[in-house]
């Protein structure tokens, strides 16, 4: 199993899309690299993220992208849907350069490579979100209308 952590705006969304993609085995909203170890106090400049271990023998780090970039605007600096500021910015981070290395090939293979915002970066430090976050579109589905994934991809995947 592999790790990599994945930033897409708000993480509610993105944790409840990626639990439903074949070769994700576990997922966990959490905070990537900020400035501090805790979630107390006033924001520290990380990036909502979901934490996604994967198996490597049925999805790759390309075929994650491709996924992310289902639900995001690749486009869009410090906003997702109607989620504004830094901590809803976009990227991959990782401990492995391996995976850093494949997101940024996939990104150059792109025609539109130059408009692309999505960070990837090593991952400097992550923070596990409270439980409360965790899976909340699945014990709360009347919040999925606040989600900014479109509605043919939560469609696609059966996920309402």
């Known amino acids: 199993m592999e ?9 509610w969304g993105v944790q409840h899309f990626f639990d439903s993609v074949p070769g994700v085995v576990t997922t966990e909203a959490g ?10 106090g006033p924001y520290d400049g990380y990036a909502e993220c ?3 271990t994967f198996d490597e023998k049925k999805i790759t ?7 992310l970039f289902e639900i995001i605007d690749p486009y869009s600096v410090n906003k997702q849907g109607v989620d504004v ?6 990227g991959i981070y990782s ?8 997101a940024k090939d996939f990104i150059e293979r792109r025609e539109d490579k130059d408009k692309i915002v999505v960070e990837v970066l090593p991952l400097s430090n992550y923070v596990r979100s409270a439980e409360e976050h965790q899976h909340h579109l699945k014990r709360h589905p ?3 209308s606040y989600c900014h994934i479109p509605d043919e991809v939560l469609n696609k995947y059966r996920m309402k």
């Open 142 to 144: 009347e919040d999925c």
């Open 3 to 11: 790790t990599v952590y994945l930033a897409g705006g708000c993480l």
């Open 31 to 40: 905070r990537a690299n900020g400035k501090t170890d805790s979630l107390d």
């Open 95 to 102: 401990t492995a350069k391996k995976h850093l290395d494949e």
């Open 50 to 52: 979901v934490k996604v």
């Open 85 to 90: 500021g830094e901590k809803y910015r976009t």
């Open 61 to 67: 780090v390309t075929q994650l992208m491709e996924h």
